[in-house]
């Protein structure tokens, strides 16, 4: 314990002894994974349990279901299990869930709750890069860094606003908090931590710990291609992205190795061939139930619907919402409008679109025989300048979908026909759309040696960026070629 934490201690101890917590708030434990002194007064064990089993089917919920393709849950958890029989929690009970995302993010809960994102392991090339990643949160787990956040919140509230504040606040309804909570940042020393441990595990199970520092810099690969993609800064990072809830470097990487303190063996297992069988097939990218970005068009089967965008404007398809923009400053959003469900839709941008925000010129308007509505608003923008926004409402079915358009002031005459041409795009899909698209699959090949590096990336089904995906998905440097008799990941449809 910190000399910082014994002396606020010792100044509550006056007025909280007669509530008797002052036994809660000298609640160290020691760590059973580091063997030091940690802060865990407000969440017990039993208490981690609890949340896990009450937040799990949330977690799975909220990252659309589960996926066990090719059984490839039970393998993760062949994995994982191994991790766990080496860590200081053998005996306990981990739950390794892959969850049906392609976000590449991998997390934990307390009470042995363990999750991967399809994602991750489409990105992952062998059992050591993915051992990292599970040797990781379990190290989180066993290290209870949640329980010690948990509690060290709850007496920052104490501290600051008295304890009746925090108490009143909900402070022991561990529960209530929700998943979210749980899944923020940890701090930057729980961060090294959970590294140290995990490559204490990864090691004394037999894997490569080089393992961890591959698959980071595999991580930090994708990250700027995706950003690449979304037409951002290389160097900013998504918001769901692994790297912006595991700022991790790999100089920190090799702190945590001499940190852990342990012998790697003589031969560390890769285990390259069998985790390239084993996700040979799954799915890459969007599943069937977020729809498929294909070139310029977006098409989503079970909501029959699809439109396209105009060139130049790259495409990405977030968890809410397709997002559109060019170089010239113009954006295109595309999201649910559950506002305007049972509402005239004109009626809905006059006054249930915005607050803030107030639609004129609005006028109703028939697309491809779908009811709709469109308006627009000029807006200031954080940057200073100004911009047009015209949003499209339009029902289809039983739900209802927005376009907003947002384009510099001075260029609206310049976007006018290409953004009326996506508006128009927007339309069901036929019989024969409806049974062609589906997900794109991770395909493993060999490299055999009249292959050069144009045979992969030539069967690469990704509109762009086909070499870059090709380099990312395998760990290469741009144009680097792929070693003859070694296993690589396309993509195909």
């Known amino acids: 314990m910190s000399w910082l934490f014994h002396r606020k201690t010792r100044r509550l101890t006056t007025a909280l002894g007669a509530l008797g917590l002052v036994a809660t708030l000298a609640g160290c434990s020691t760590n059973r994974a580091t063997g030091e002194d940690s802060f865990t007064a407000f969440m017990s064990p039993d208490q981690e349990k609890q949340v896990g089993a009450e937040e799990h089917p949330k977690i799975v919920r909220e990252f659309g279901g589960d996926y066990d393709e090719k059984n490839i849950e039970a393998y993760v958890t062949e994995i994982g299990n191994k991790l766990v029989a080496v860590s200081e929690a053998p005996d306990e009970k981990f739950t390794f869930t892959v969850l049906d995302s392609p976000v590449i993010n991998a997390f934990a ?8 994102t399809r994602g991750l392991a489409s990105l992952a090339s062998n059992e050591a890069e993915l051992a990292g990643v599970l040797a990781h949160e379990i190290g989180h787990v066993v290290a209870r860094h949640s329980a010690q956040r948990y509690s060290r919140g709850v007496l920052t509230q104490i501290l600051a606003g008295g304890l009746s504040a925090a108490l009143g606040n909900g402070a022991g309804d561990i529960v209530g908090v929700g998943a979210n909570a749980y899944l923020k940042s940890f701090s930057r020393e729980h961060e090294f931590e959970a590294d140290m441990l995990g490559v204490r595990y990864i090691t004394r199970a037999g894997y490569d710990p080089e393992g961890m520092a591959s698959f980071l810099k595999k991580l930090r690969a994708h990250s ?4 690449k993609l979304a037409g951002r800064s290389p160097d900013e990072i998504d918001q769901f992205d692994f790297m912006a809830t595991h700022p991790r470097t790999v100089d920190r990487i090799e702190q945590a190795h001499k940190a852990a303190n342990v012998t790697p063996v003589a031969n560390p297992e890769v ?30 089967v079970p909501l029959d619907f699809r439109f396209e965008v105009p060139d130049g404007f790259s495409m990405i398809n977030q968890p809410d919402a397709v997002i559109a923009q060019d170089e010239g400053g113009a954006q295109i959003v595309f999201e649910g409008a559950p506002k305007a469900k ?16 107030a639609i004129t010129n609005i006028e109703k308007i028939d697309i491809n025989g779908q009811e709709a509505a469109t ?3 000029d807006v200031n923008l954080n940057s200073g300048g100004k911009a047009r926004l015209r949003v499209v409402a339009i029902r289809h079915g039983d ?5 907003l358009f947002i384009m510099p002031l001075d260029q609206v005459d310049a976007y006018n026909v290409a953004l009326r041409r996506t508006t128009y795009s927007f339309r069901p899909l036929t019989r024969e759309e409806q049974q062609k698209y589906h997900p794109l699959r991770i395909k493993v090949r060999a490299v055999n040696p009249e292959y050069d590096l144009s045979t992969f990336v030539g ?13 990312v998905l395998n760990g290469l440097e741009p144009g680097q070629p792929p070693a003859t008799n070694s296993m690589v990941k396309v993509v195909i449809d």
Do not use: C, W
Not at 399 to 403: I, K, T
């Open 109 to 116: 809960l307390p009470g042995g709750y363990v999750y991967i």
């Open 342 to 357: 049972g509402v005239a839709l004109d009626q809905y941008l006059a006054r249930g679109f915005s607050s803030k925000i």
């Open 399 to 403: 739900n209802a979908y927005q376009f």
């Open 375 to 377: 308006g627009y608003a």
């Open 459 to 471: 069967q690469m089904a990704v509109s762009r960026e086909p070499a870059e995906t090709f380099a």
């Open 224 to 227: 700027r291609l995706q950003a």
């Open 271 to 300: 285990g390259s061939v069998r985790y390239m069988r084993a996700i040979d097939g799954i799915i890459y990218g969007d599943g069937p139930d977020n729809g498929y970005v294909r070139g310029t068009s977006f098409i989503h």
